[in-house]
């Protein structure tokens, strides 16, 4: 069975400063996908950014960036230059290709300071 | 394009009723699951539907049932309710493409009190 933990059940971080949320995961699959998504208080998920677990080269998105160590199992997501809008939870997931089916860690909370 | 919709918003039910929740999935996505996500925790699969057949499911008792109907859309119920059913239920759709991946979208989610 797949497991995803996230340690950092809160962070905090000033405005316009780096800071980065841990996550690991145990699974037998070769062929899976890794996600990390925001949760701010509206409850709706959206996807921050995704890893293709074949794919070496670490997933970049504007200021969102992963740090993915496929033979440590760890995928780590990186917040440059801060905002107040970066504010909510932040869930690690897994899914298995082909499946559309997520596995989630139990999230950190991420709150940045004015 | 509306999304995924999800009814209704916040719902509060007894000990023992039953309840019925509803999930319109994204244009073009004919996969809908559904997620249990109690309160500071990260959401937990319940199952999953596809071409109106339950696909996968996750470790929830019989009690927790679906449905999807030919326009993909989607019900959740859950009988006998519990106090520990007290959750937020969200439904995510995609558009099932094997193993291409797709991006699953998530509705606003319902909210569920028993008490």
């Known amino acids: 069975a797949q497991t995803v933990t996230q340690s950092q059940p809160e962070m905090s971080v000033q405005e316009a400063e780096t800071v980065t949320l841990s996550c690991t995961y145990d699974t037998s699959e070769n062929n899976y996908y890794l996600f990390w998504y925001k949760q701010p208080p509206s409850r709706q998920m959206i996807l921050v950014i995704r890893q293709e677990a074949y794919k070496q080269q670490n997933a970049t998105e504007n200021r969102f960036s992963v740090n993915f160590q496929k033979a440590a199992k760890s995928f780590s997501l990186k917040i440059s230059d801060s905002q107040l809008g970066d504010t909510a939870m932040y869930f690690c997931?897994?899914?298995?290709?082909?499946?559309?089916?997520?596995?989630f860690g139990t999230g950190t909370r991420l709150k940045v300071l004015a | 394009d509306a999304g995924v919709t999800q009814s209704p918003t916040h719902l509060i039910k007894t000990r023992g009723q039953q309840v019925t929740l509803r999930c319109s999935p994204k244009?073009?996505?004919?996969?809908v699951s559904w997620y249990q996500q109690a309160l500071g925790q990260g959401p937990q699969f319940i199952f999953q539907y596809y071409e109106e057949e339950e696909r996968q499911r996750g470790n929830f008792p019989d009690r927790f049932s679906g449905h999807q109907f030919p326009n993909y859309s989607s019900e959740l119920n859950v009988n006998a309710l519990l106090l520990g059913d007290s959750a937020l239920y969200l439904c995510a759709s995609s558009e099932d493409r094997g193993r291409t991946y797709t991006e699953a979208f998530f509705g606003q989610g319902t909210r569920l009190t028993v008490v």
């Open positions: 244009s073009g996505h004919d996969t």
């Open positions: 997931a897994f899914s298995t290709t082909g499946t559309y089916k997520y596995i």
